[in-house]
């Protein structure tokens, strides 16, 4: 189907499509089109990675908007996609189109938005602002959900599912368009969104998938193809000069954001010995263009790597830098990209050979490694071959024995992707939602509970309504018992209630919380609060290793007194879920004991990125407790405020204030307090030499430090320390140095 063709949308883009070199639709969308995609049908496209699915969303958006008036919502499943389809939407403004994204805090209606012709979120976003009464959400004529069959995902696909319900109900014309990945169970997903269907397998380019084993390429044709390793090498630089030979490049998927910035460190060996002079002229202009973007360790190593040629492209890395790479990927002038699978799943950056080097990964629930999903590897290798430039795509995964290719083959290259499941009906899912469902007045009794719920992905896959009544009515029997909700004429949400959902918390959590509050006679310490939050269902307790049973037993009987709730006894089940929360919160009071981060890592086997998770959950439940408290007028909000602010910054109290400071943190407020400078106004007044002498004789540090303290005179010129500090020089934090731009209470970042 010609462009021009396409009815209902504005006349523009047509021109617009030319522009970018698009003449005729691919087949899918074509089909979408004919299924009235453009007419307000609401539709689920199925299509493998890379067949043009943006396309469909836009036609669907643009007609929407322009002939039957209203907004088009536009649903990313992580933020960091918002600001690529915000990028790529912000084209039509040209054309007089107004487009907004929203992703940030959760509570506010994001009023600002009323008006606008798309609007950019996640479903997170959306269903805050659900929760929050936005008024425009009555108003939207045409929804996308992108990566729909992340209502798999146990954590975020509920919100995902019943936030397409909530829209349903607020617009009952309203136009759903899903996209989706190729899944097991397409039609189901139709159903459930009233939908039609377009399921699709077709690729602008051919795919061949493989494993490489030995020197050899297996593919799944049979053939094989000779690929040998090298001494030097190993398999993954083994394939990216391969590819180079024939004078492509690569896109590398590893399983974390340091194995993906390591893997393009060692890869840089492989491009830069195949770069031509003019090839590393531009490298080190783009490699100075990076290091421009701005001045930190990540910003070095990227330019660093980019150099030699290679890349490495995750979540964690500023939208400059992505995009800078993902041009000189698509330009060849980057040769590899070490990437995560999170993003680049929703980033156009086709390769001539994907490889999939990491096929498990690291499951915080389980505590261990976990195979990837057939949809997802299939999703990563979706991105090989880059239309009109590649004869075809190859994506391989490497095997390191004979039973690994034989397993390999089985789990990916021949399997289909998996059927999508709803996990709404796992309980705290439900609970949370059944909640909110009530609080933001969608439901104001069972039975229009249960005709909310009809609306969902579960209720599709779950003939059995019966079960869906009895779950429903232990649910609401839970929220009544614990004062969230209360029967007036109906349901309704308790004021507490109404916080609890505007908290965003799992009312189990909420309910554990007030319970502990409620016992409390006189001040809690940290380690009760601590103790009290890590046992809630919102966060993720420490195992038990050997040892630890009668380890924590003893710290238990030790602490008792501090310890908030009643508990259970030793003989009873819970008793371990106690232990494993006391042993969480130990840690927690370690790190704001101010012990050093490589010491709690082997104290407690855990990854600096364990240890950044469970201090960001601790802080955003410890804000939510004292919301709580401040609810029940119980008078312990500076206790628990005083034991957030120690967990948020990692420091004991007589700090809080001083690591408060911006650019202080918890070394740099220690050395100061050691120096005698023991508040944010004594900073103000210090002395600069003993600034100087206590921040270890770094004067561009100590004057940051002393201009964010409101000094009067921070420039540090001619000042040399006061030989009277001794600054400690060996408690420099995790490495060892304190030479770090952004603060020193940084954990590793994943
Ligand atoms: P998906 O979302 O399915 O992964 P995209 O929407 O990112 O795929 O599209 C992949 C690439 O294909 C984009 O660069 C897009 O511009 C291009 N494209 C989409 N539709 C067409 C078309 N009909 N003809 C040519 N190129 C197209």
Same mark, same amino acid.
């Given at each position: 189907?010609?462009?021009?063709?396409?009815?209902?949308?504005?006349?523009?883009?047509?021109?617009?499509?030319?522009?970018?070199?698009?003449?005729?639709?691919?087949?899918?969308?074509?089909?979408?089109? &004919?299924? /009235?995609?453009?007419?307000?049908?609401?539709?689920?496209?199925?299509?493998?990675?890379? *067949?043009?699915?943006?396309?469909?969303?836009?036609?669907?958006?643009?007609?929407?908007?322009?002939?039957?008036?209203?907004?088009?919502?536009?649903?990313?499943?992580?933020?960091?996609?918002?600001?690529?389809?915000?990028? &790529?939407?912000?084209?039509?403004?040209?054309?007089?189109?107004?487009?907004?994204?929203?992703?940030?805090?959760?509570?506010?209606?994001?009023?600002?938005?009323?008006?606008?012709?798309?609007?950019?979120? !996640?479903?997170?976003?959306?269903?805050?602002?659900?929760?929050?009464?936005?008024?425009?959400?009555?108003?939207?004529?045409?929804?996308?959900?992108?990566?729909?069959?992340?209502?798999?995902?146990?954590?975020?696909?509920?919100?995902?599912? @019943?936030?397409?319900?909530?829209?349903?109900?607020?617009?009952?014309?309203?136009?759903?368009?899903?996209?989706?990945? =190729? #899944?097991?169970?397409?039609?189901?997903?139709?159903?459930?969104?009233?939908?039609?269907?377009?399921?699709?397998?077709?690729?602008?380019?051919?795919?061949?998938? /493989?494993?490489?084993?030995?020197?050899?390429?297996?593919?799944?044709?049979?053939?094989?193809?000779?690929?040998?390793?090298?001494?030097?090498?190993?398999?993954?630089?083994?394939?990216?000069?391969?590819?180079?030979?024939?004078?492509?490049? !690569?896109?590398?998927?590893?399983?974390?954001?340091?194995?993906?910035?390591?893997?393009?460190?060692?890869?840089?060996?492989?491009?830069?010995?195949?770069? =031509?002079?003019?090839?590393?002229?531009?490298?080190?202009?783009?490699?100075?263009?990076?290091?421009?973007?701005?001045?930190?360790?990540?910003?070095?190593?990227?330019?660093?790597?980019?150099?030699?040629?290679?890349?490495?492209?995750?979540? %964690?890395?500023?939208?400059?830098?992505?995009?800078?790479?993902?041009?000189?990927?698509?330009?060849?002038?980057?040769?590899?990209?070490?990437?995560?699978?999170?993003?680049?799943?929703?980033?156009?950056?086709?390769?001539?050979?994907?490889?999939?080097?990491?096929?498990?990964?690291?499951?915080?629930?389980?505590?261990?490694?976990?195979?990837? *999903?057939?949809?997802?590897?299939?999703?990563?290798?979706?991105?090989?071959?880059?239309?009109?430039?590649?004869?075809?795509?190859?994506?391989?995964?490497?095997?390191?024995?004979?039973? &690994?290719?034989?397993?390999?083959? &089985?789990?990916?290259?021949?399997?289909?992707?998996?059927?999508?499941?709803?996990?709404?009906?796992?309980?705290?899912?439900?609970?949370?939602?059944?909640?909110?469902?009530?609080?933001?007045?969608?439901?104001? *009794?069972?039975?229009?509970?249960?005709?909310?719920?009809?609306?969902?992905?579960?209720?599709?896959?779950?003939?059995?309504?019966?079960?869906?009544?009895?779950?429903?009515?232990?649910?609401?029997?839970?929220?009544?018992?614990?004062?969230?909700?209360?029967?007036?004429?109906?349901?309704?949400?308790?004021?507490?209630?109404?916080?609890?959902?505007?908290?965003?918390?799992?009312?189990?959590?909420?309910?554990?919380?007030?319970? %502990?509050?409620?016992?409390?006679?006189?001040?809690? !310490?940290?380690?009760?609060?601590?103790?009290?939050?890590?046992?809630?269902?919102?966060?993720?307790?420490?195992?038990?290793?050997?040892?630890?049973?009668?380890?924590?037993?003893?710290?238990?009987?030790?602490?008792?007194?501090?310890?908030?709730?009643?508990?259970?006894?030793?003989?009873?089940?819970?008793?371990?879920?106690?232990?494993?929360?006391?042993?969480?919160?130990?840690?927690?009071?370690?790190?704001?004991?101010?012990?050093?981060?490589?010491?709690?890592?082997?104290?407690?086997?855990?990854?600096?990125?364990?240890?950044? %998770?469970? @201090?960001?959950?601790?802080?955003?439940?410890?804000?939510?407790?004292?919301?709580?408290?401040?609810?029940?007028?119980?008078?312990?909000?500076?206790?628990?405020?005083?034991?957030?602010?120690?967990?948020?910054?990692? #420091?004991?109290?007589?700090?809080?204030?001083?690591?408060?400071?911006?650019?202080?943190?918890?070394?740099?407020?220690?050395?100061?307090?050691?120096?005698?400078?023991?508040?944010?106004?004594?900073?103000?007044?210090?002395?600069?030499?003993?600034?100087?002498?206590?921040?270890?004789?770094?004067?561009?540090?100590?004057? =940051?430090?002393?201009?964010?303290?409101?000094?009067?005179?921070?420039?540090?010129?001619?000042?040399?320390?006061?030989?009277?500090?001794?600054?400690?020089? !060996?408690?420099?934090?995790?490495?060892?140095?304190?030479?770090?731009?952004?603060?020193?209470?940084?954990?590793?970042?994943?």
């Amino acid at each position: 189907m010609d462009v021009a063709d396409v009815p209902e949308v504005p006349e523009w883009l047509v021109g617009h499509l030319h522009e970018q070199g698009i003449e005729e639709l691919y087949p899918p969308q074509a089909e979408a089109v &004919e299924r /009235g995609v453009t007419r307000g049908e609401s539709l689920v496209a199925s299509v493998p990675t890379a *067949s043009g699915k943006t396309l469909v969303a836009t036609m669907a958006m643009l007609s929407a908007v322009e002939s039957r008036g209203g907004m088009a919502l536009y649903i990313v499943p992580l933020r960091a996609l918002a600001s690529e389809k915000r990028a &790529e939407f912000e084209a039509f403004e040209r054309y007089g189109l107004d487009v907004g994204v929203t992703t940030g805090n959760y509570e506010s209606d994001g009023g600002w938005l009323a008006g606008k012709d798309i609007v950019v979120a !996640t479903s997170e976003k959306v269903d805050s602002l659900a929760r929050n009464d936005a008024p425009w959400l009555g108003e939207l004529s045409c929804v996308v959900a992108d990566e729909v069959h992340l209502v798999d995902d146990a954590e975020r696909g509920p919100t995902l599912e @019943v936030t397409l319900a909530t829209l349903g109900r607020l617009n009952p014309d309203l136009q759903t368009v899903a996209l989706s990945a =190729t #899944v097991g169970n397409a039609a189901e997903l139709a159903a459930w969104l009233d939908a039609d269907l377009v399921d699709s397998t077709w690729r602008p380019i051919e795919l061949r998938k /493989g494993v490489h084993y030995g020197d050899a390429l297996h593919l799944e044709d049979g053939s094989q193809q000779r690929l040998a390793v090298r001494p030097s090498e190993d398999q993954a630089a083994a394939v990216v000069r391969d590819t180079l030979e024939e004078g492509g490049s !690569t896109l590398v998927f590893v399983n974390s954001r340091r194995n993906a910035e390591s893997a393009a460190r060692r890869l840089g060996a492989t491009t830069e010995a195949a770069l =031509t002079a003019d090839e590393k002229r531009d490298l080190e202009s783009l490699a100075a263009e990076i290091r421009e973007v701005s001045d930190t360790d990540t910003s070095d190593d990227l330019a660093a790597a980019v150099e030699r040629g290679a890349a490495f492209h995750h979540a %964690g890395l500023a939208r400059d830098h992505r995009q800078l790479v993902e041009e000189a990927f698509r330009d060849r002038l980057v040769k590899v990209v070490c990437a995560t699978p999170t993003l680049a799943a929703g980033v156009n950056t086709p390769a001539r050979r994907v490889v999939v080097r990491d096929w498990r990964r690291y499951d915080g629930s389980v505590g261990g490694m976990q195979p990837l *999903s057939v949809l997802e590897v299939h999703q990563m290798m979706g991105r090989a071959g880059r239309p009109g430039r590649d004869p075809y795509g190859e994506a391989v995964l490497l095997a390191g024995g004979h039973d &690994e290719l034989d397993e390999l083959f &089985e789990r990916y290259v021949w399997a289909e992707p998996e059927p999508v499941e709803s996990k709404l009906a796992a309980e705290p899912a439900l609970r949370t939602h059944a909640l909110a469902t009530v609080a933001s007045g969608f439901a104001r *009794s069972r039975e229009e509970l249960l005709a909310f719920f009809e609306g969902t992905l579960y209720a599709e896959q779950t003939a059995d309504r019966a079960h869906l009544e009895l779950v429903t009515d232990q649910v609401v029997e839970y929220l009544l018992a614990n004062d969230f909700l209360e029967r007036a004429d109906g349901l309704a949400a308790t004021n507490l209630g109404h916080t609890v959902s505007r908290l965003y918390l799992d009312p189990m959590s909420a309910a554990e919380i007030l319970d %502990g509050l409620r016992s409390l006679d006189g001040d809690p !310490t940290a380690l009760g609060l601590y103790h009290l939050v890590c046992r809630t269902p919102d966060m993720y307790e420490l195992y038990l290793r050997s040892g630890d049973q009668e380890r924590y037993t003893e710290l238990h009987y030790e602490r008792e007194a501090e310890l908030l709730g009643t508990a259970p006894s030793e003989f009873d089940d819970a008793f371990e879920d106690w232990l494993a929360g006391l042993k969480t919160a130990r840690l927690l009071e370690d790190w704001a004991s101010e012990l050093d981060e490589d010491e709690l890592a082997e104290r407690y086997q855990v990854g600096p990125g364990d240890i950044r %998770g469970k @201090v960001d959950a601790a802080q955003w439940l410890l804000g939510a407790a004292e919301s709580l408290a401040a609810e029940l007028d119980l008078g312990v909000g500076t206790a628990i405020r005083r034991a957030r602010q120690r967990v948020e910054h990692g #420091v004991r109290a007589e700090l809080v204030e001083l690591a408060e400071v911006r650019g202080v943190g918890r070394k740099r407020a220690r050395r100061l307090f050691e120096a005698g400078i023991e508040t944010p106004a004594d900073l103000r007044g210090a002395e600069k030499p003993v600034v100087l002498a206590a921040l270890r004789n770094r004067p561009n540090t100590a004057q =940051t430090v002393l201009e964010n303290a409101g000094h009067p005179d921070p420039e540090m010129d001619d000042v040399e320390p006061d030989p009277a500090v001794r600054a400690d020089e !060996t408690g420099g934090g995790a490495n060892g140095s304190d030479g770090g731009a952004e603060g020193q209470s940084n954990l590793g970042d994943f």
